[in-house]
Protein backbone atom coordinates (compact mmCIF):
# COMPACT_ATOMS: atom_id res chain seq x y z
CA UNK A 1 0.00 0.00 0.00
CA UNK A 2 1.75 3.51 -1.17
CA UNK A 3 0.29 6.44 0.52
CA UNK A 4 0.59 9.79 -1.87
CA UNK A 5 -1.14 12.62 -0.31
CA UNK A 6 -4.73 12.10 -0.16
CA UNK A 7 -4.34 9.50 -2.82
CA UNK A 8 -3.95 5.20 -2.20
CA UNK A 9 -2.19 3.37 -4.38
CA UNK A 10 -2.97 -0.62 -3.86
CA UNK A 11 -1.24 -3.26 -5.56
CA UNK A 12 -1.51 -7.34 -5.39
CA UNK A 13 -0.36 -9.62 -7.22
CA UNK A 14 -3.76 -11.11 -7.47
CA UNK A 15 -7.55 -10.51 -7.60
CA UNK A 16 -7.46 -12.69 -3.96
CA UNK A 17 -4.62 -10.67 -2.47
CA UNK A 18 -6.15 -7.12 -3.66
CA UNK A 19 -9.51 -8.66 -1.69
CA UNK A 20 -7.50 -8.90 1.13
CA UNK A 21 -6.10 -5.36 1.21
CA UNK A 22 -9.16 -3.64 0.40
CA UNK A 23 -10.35 -5.55 4.17
CA UNK A 24 -7.56 -3.63 5.81
CA UNK A 25 -7.65 -0.41 4.30
CA UNK A 26 -11.58 -1.00 5.61
CA UNK A 27 -10.31 -1.30 9.31
CA UNK A 28 -7.96 1.77 8.69
CA UNK A 29 -10.79 4.12 7.31
CA UNK A 30 -13.00 2.82 10.34
CA UNK A 31 -10.16 4.04 12.99
CA UNK A 32 -9.76 7.42 11.41
CA UNK A 33 -13.08 7.88 10.54
CA UNK A 34 -12.11 8.10 6.40
CA UNK A 35 -13.82 7.86 3.79
CA UNK A 36 -12.96 6.11 0.19
CA UNK A 37 -14.59 7.73 -3.03
CA UNK A 38 -16.30 5.34 -4.84
CA UNK A 39 -16.55 7.55 -8.27
CA UNK A 40 -12.79 8.07 -7.71
CA UNK A 41 -12.15 4.05 -6.67
CA UNK A 42 -10.62 2.15 -10.18
CA UNK A 43 -9.00 -1.02 -10.41
CA UNK A 44 -5.93 -2.20 -13.63
CA UNK A 45 -5.08 -5.44 -14.09
CA UNK A 46 -1.69 -5.54 -16.01
CA UNK A 47 -1.46 -9.23 -18.02
CA UNK A 48 -0.80 -10.43 -21.24
CA UNK A 49 -4.35 -11.92 -21.08
CA UNK A 50 -7.55 -10.29 -20.82
CA UNK A 51 -8.74 -10.38 -17.14
CA UNK A 52 -11.69 -9.06 -15.14
CA UNK A 53 -12.31 -8.61 -11.54
CA UNK A 54 -15.09 -9.15 -9.73
CA UNK A 55 -14.19 -6.94 -6.16
CA UNK A 56 -17.04 -4.98 -4.65
CA UNK A 57 -16.58 -2.43 -2.00
CA UNK A 58 -19.37 -2.46 0.12
CA UNK A 59 -22.37 -2.92 -2.63
CA UNK A 60 -20.71 -1.18 -5.21
CA UNK A 61 -18.41 -3.13 -8.08
CA UNK A 62 -14.78 -1.84 -8.43
CA UNK A 63 -14.97 0.11 -11.22
CA UNK A 64 -11.68 -1.95 -14.03
CA UNK A 65 -10.15 0.08 -16.78
CA UNK A 66 -8.09 -0.27 -19.31
CA UNK A 67 -5.47 2.75 -18.59
CA UNK A 68 -5.25 5.75 -16.08
CA UNK A 69 -2.81 8.17 -15.37
CA UNK A 70 -0.96 7.99 -11.85
CA UNK A 71 1.61 10.92 -10.85
CA UNK A 72 1.81 11.70 -14.14
CA UNK A 73 2.76 8.50 -15.91
CA UNK A 74 0.41 6.41 -17.89
CA UNK A 75 -0.41 2.71 -17.05
CA UNK A 76 -2.41 0.43 -19.00
CA UNK A 77 -3.57 -3.13 -18.88
CA UNK A 78 -1.54 -4.47 -21.17
CA UNK A 79 1.79 -3.45 -18.90
CA UNK A 80 3.58 -1.60 -22.07
CA UNK A 81 4.06 1.58 -22.01
CA UNK A 82 4.38 3.33 -25.59
CA UNK A 83 1.64 6.07 -24.75
CA UNK A 84 3.19 7.12 -21.22
CA UNK A 85 6.61 7.64 -23.71
CA UNK A 86 4.46 8.95 -26.36
CA UNK A 87 3.30 11.59 -23.85
CA UNK A 88 6.49 12.30 -22.13
CA UNK A 89 8.01 13.43 -25.46
CA UNK A 90 5.24 15.53 -26.27
CA UNK A 91 5.30 17.60 -22.81
CA UNK A 92 8.55 18.93 -23.13
CA UNK A 93 7.02 20.56 -26.48
CA UNK A 94 4.92 22.11 -24.75
CA UNK A 95 6.87 23.59 -22.26
CA UNK A 96 9.60 24.68 -24.42
CA UNK A 97 6.61 26.79 -26.25
CA UNK A 98 5.16 28.51 -23.11
CA UNK A 99 9.38 29.23 -22.16
CA UNK A 100 10.34 30.64 -25.88
CA UNK A 101 10.71 34.50 -25.33
CA UNK A 102 12.75 33.44 -21.81
CA UNK A 103 14.74 30.88 -24.01
CA UNK A 104 15.42 32.84 -27.01
CA UNK A 105 16.19 35.86 -24.71
CA UNK A 106 19.62 37.67 -25.03
CA UNK A 107 19.41 38.94 -21.30
CA UNK A 108 19.63 35.15 -20.43
CA UNK A 109 23.61 33.79 -20.71
CA UNK A 110 24.08 30.02 -22.27
CA UNK A 111 25.00 28.35 -19.28
CA UNK A 112 21.48 30.15 -17.93
CA UNK A 113 19.11 28.52 -21.07
CA UNK A 114 20.96 25.22 -20.55
CA UNK A 115 20.51 24.93 -16.92
CA UNK A 116 16.71 25.56 -17.62
CA UNK A 117 16.21 23.06 -20.21
CA UNK A 118 17.67 20.25 -18.20
CA UNK A 119 15.10 20.80 -15.33
CA UNK A 120 12.37 22.46 -17.26
CA UNK A 121 12.48 19.61 -20.42
CA UNK A 122 14.51 17.09 -19.80
CA UNK A 123 13.61 16.10 -16.31
CA UNK A 124 9.45 16.47 -17.55
CA UNK A 125 10.60 14.01 -20.47
CA UNK A 126 12.47 11.40 -18.48
CA UNK A 127 10.71 11.33 -15.71
CA UNK A 128 9.92 7.08 -14.97
CA UNK A 129 12.37 6.79 -17.30
CA UNK A 130 14.14 4.24 -15.15
CA UNK A 131 11.35 1.37 -15.54
CA UNK A 132 10.52 1.72 -19.00
CA UNK A 133 10.69 -1.41 -21.24
CA UNK A 134 11.75 -0.19 -24.89
CA UNK A 135 10.68 -1.67 -28.23
CA UNK A 136 12.26 -0.77 -31.38
CA UNK A 137 9.74 1.78 -32.01
CA UNK A 138 9.88 3.48 -28.42
CA UNK A 139 13.49 3.43 -28.80
CA UNK A 140 13.71 5.70 -31.98
CA UNK A 141 10.98 7.90 -30.08
CA UNK A 142 13.33 8.68 -27.41
CA UNK A 143 16.49 8.65 -29.53
CA UNK A 144 14.41 11.40 -31.72
CA UNK A 145 13.72 13.62 -29.11
CA UNK A 146 17.35 13.47 -27.76
CA UNK A 147 18.56 14.75 -31.08
CA UNK A 148 15.84 17.70 -31.14
CA UNK A 149 16.44 18.92 -27.79
Not at 61 to 73: E, Y
Not at 99 to 114: A, D, I
Request: proline residues 1%; hydrophobic residues 35%; charged residues 35%.
Amino acid sequence: MLSFANDIEIKAQDELNLKRALERSDILKSNYRMKINRIKTKAIVCSRFSENINIKMDEDALKQVPKFKHLGSIFTDDGENKEDIIQRVKEPKIIINNRKQLLCSNNLGLEMKRETLKSCIWRVALYGSETWALGKNEERVVNAFETRS
